[in-house]
């Protein structure tokens, strides 16, 4: 296996990698079991680490932190490395599970309406029916509490999960990984509407135009409410960006600060 490489941006060290470069990374710790978790970061999310503790704090603790959103793939080439992906939950997703049926590694899926999940897991038994999906979970909209979270942590290790996709959406998802995957044996994952996807439910646009980087146009078209105020983050991005190319700006978390501000 290739040696990984990261690159700080914005004070986060970010994955440098193809999707097959990557997936084959993520499946080896899947084999040996490995307990950690992945997350995938977009420009917004970048922008929020900055000013929030425990975004931050879940993103220190990640094994891999992850390019989606063209944004950030196009800043790890503006930084010298000009093979480097866009690699999202949603595109990453049925790669793995391919992957996961011809290997014969346990998958399981947290998160979504309990109407994606019989869906996704529906069109899953038919175009991949040597997947084994050991673990399926539409937990409660609301937190849970360690008393109710801990019997489905228990559930997930008894039926062998060696990878878990986790669909709550940032930060939720990456808040409750932080918290669980240690007492999981295998790697989670929160790959944010990639159930939504699998189930026929939403759709990706092709992937030139995701090359181009009007996905996120594309999905904006379909969650206008819901994604307005992430691509809003983007030119926040930016300026943090250029500050950190341009200016030299080293940019690290203080903790307990409500707003942080980069030092210089």
């Not at 094994?63 to 503006?78: E, K, Q, T, Y």
Request: aromatic fraction near 6%; hydrophobic fraction near 40%.
């Amino acid at each position: 296996m290739s040696e990984r490489k990261t690159e700080l941006v914005i004070g986060q060290p970010i994955e440098v990698g193809t999707l097959q470069s990557v997936s084959e990374s993520i499946l080896h710790q899947a084999e040996l079991r490995l307990p950690g978790y992945v997350c995938f970061t977009t420009a917004h999310m970048l922008v929020e680490i900055l000013s929030h503790d425990d975004v931050h704090a879940a993103y220190a603790g990640a094994r891999m932190i992850l390019p989606d959103g063209v944004p950030v793939a196009w800043s790890l080439r503006a930084l010298g490395h000009a093979g480097a992906e866009c690699i999202s939950g949603p595109r990453m997703t049925p790669t793995l599970l391919r992957e996961a049926a011809q290997r014969g590694i346990t998958v399981g899926f947290y998160g979504g309406r309990q109407e994606t999940l019989d869906k996704m897991t529906a069109a899953l038994a038919q175009e991949l029916p040597t997947l084994k999906v050991g673990y399926v979970c539409s937990p409660p909209f609301r937190t849970l509490t360690p008393e109710e979270q801990r019997p489905m942590l228990d559930e997930i290790n008894a039926a062998g999960v060696q990878m878990l996709f986790v669909g709550l959406g940032s930060p939720k998802q990456d808040l409750w990984m932080l918290e669980n995957a240690p007492n999981i044996h295998g790697t989670c994952l929160g790959v944010g509407a990639a159930f939504e996807f699998l189930s026929g439910e939403k759709f990706l646009p092709p992937l030139w135009i995701q090359r181009l980087g009007l996905t996120c146009l594309v999905r904006l078209s379909q969650e206008p409410r819901r994604l307005i105020g992430h691509n809003l983050a983007s030119p926040v991005f930016v300026f943090h960006f250029l500050r950190q190319r341009l200016l030299g700006t080293r940019y690290h978390h203080a903790p307990g600060s409500a707003n942080q501000r980069p030092s210089e």
